[in-house]
């Protein structure tokens, strides 16, 4: 079974400049977030999807930051413009309907530095 | 913040002995998980256990909780180099939401 994929693994940009993420999660699976991770610190979450709506986006900075996932597959995580405290991991993370859906499988993450 | 935290943040032992790793938590939950991320890697999820367990092993883990203080322990046995790792705690209080915890980071010396 392929896990949660996500290009790029890395990105550098200047602040003001626009970057976006893209994910894939497990196949079949309802259920897709998206966190930061700032060095040092725990992953954050940023937004939830449940197939193609939007569960919780509470943390998400919606000044800067959209998300969207088409279809209920794919995502794709935006930030427009960039500002350097952005600089961190972002990690997409996938889980299962029914049973077992407590657990979340993480992608590599993409590491965006902003200068 | 309902961020869990966790202690300590570094931990050093030498191959072969034991770790342990804490997690404290603000909420009434409905489980606990932990999750190891290797350097610049992505998460994966270790085991779970739920507000109604106390205690839960798989292989060389072993996991306690304690609804009453709030707390959770994750204790490795016999380490090995490979379990060189930072390690999250993380919880669920209502969905499927995981509020992670600060991380322990820990470093097997052979």
């Known amino acids: 079974e392929a896990g949660v994929a996500q290009s790029p693994r890395y990105k550098i940009i200047e602040k003001r400049q626009s970057v976006a993420f893209w994910c894939n999660p497990i196949?079949?699976?309802?259920?897709l977030y998206w966190y930061q991770q700032i060095l040092g610190q725990g992953p954050k979450l940023l937004i939830q999807?449940?197939?193609?709506?939007?569960?919780?986006d509470s943390q998400l900075p919606k000044d800067r930051f959209s998300a969207e996932r088409l279809k209920g597959v794919d995502s794709t995580l935006k930030i427009q413009p960039a500002k350097l405290e952005d600089s961190a991991v972002y990690l997409c993370?996938?889980?299962?309907?029914?049973?077992?859906?407590?657990?979340?499988?993480f992608g590599p993450g993409t590491r965006l530095l902003v200068l | 913040s309902q961020q869990g935290e966790e202690d300590p943040q570094a931990l050093s032992i030498q191959e072969g002995e034991n770790a342990t790793m804490n997690c404290s938590y603000k909420?009434?939950?409905?489980?606990l998980q932990w999750y190891r991320q290797n350097s610049g890697r992505g998460l994966v999820h270790l085991i779970l256990?739920?507000?109604?367990?106390r205690e839960k092993h798989s292989g060389r883990l072993r996991v306690t909780l304690d609804t009453s203080k709030k707390s959770s322990s994750l204790l490795i046995t016999a380490s090995r180099a490979a379990d060189t790792a930072s390690y999250f705690c993380?919880?669920?209080?209502?969905?499927?939401?995981?509020?992670f915890g600060t991380g322990t980071r820990l470093t097997i010396i052979p």
């Open positions: 256990i739920r507000s109604n367990e």
């Open positions: 196949s079949g699976h309802a259920t």
């Open positions: 909420t009434s939950i409905n489980n």
């Open positions: 999807f449940q197939n193609n709506g939007v569960v919780d």
């Open positions: 993380a919880y669920n209080f209502g969905n499927e939401k995981l509020t």
């Open positions: 993370a996938s889980s299962s309907p029914g049973q077992g859906r407590e657990t979340q499988y």
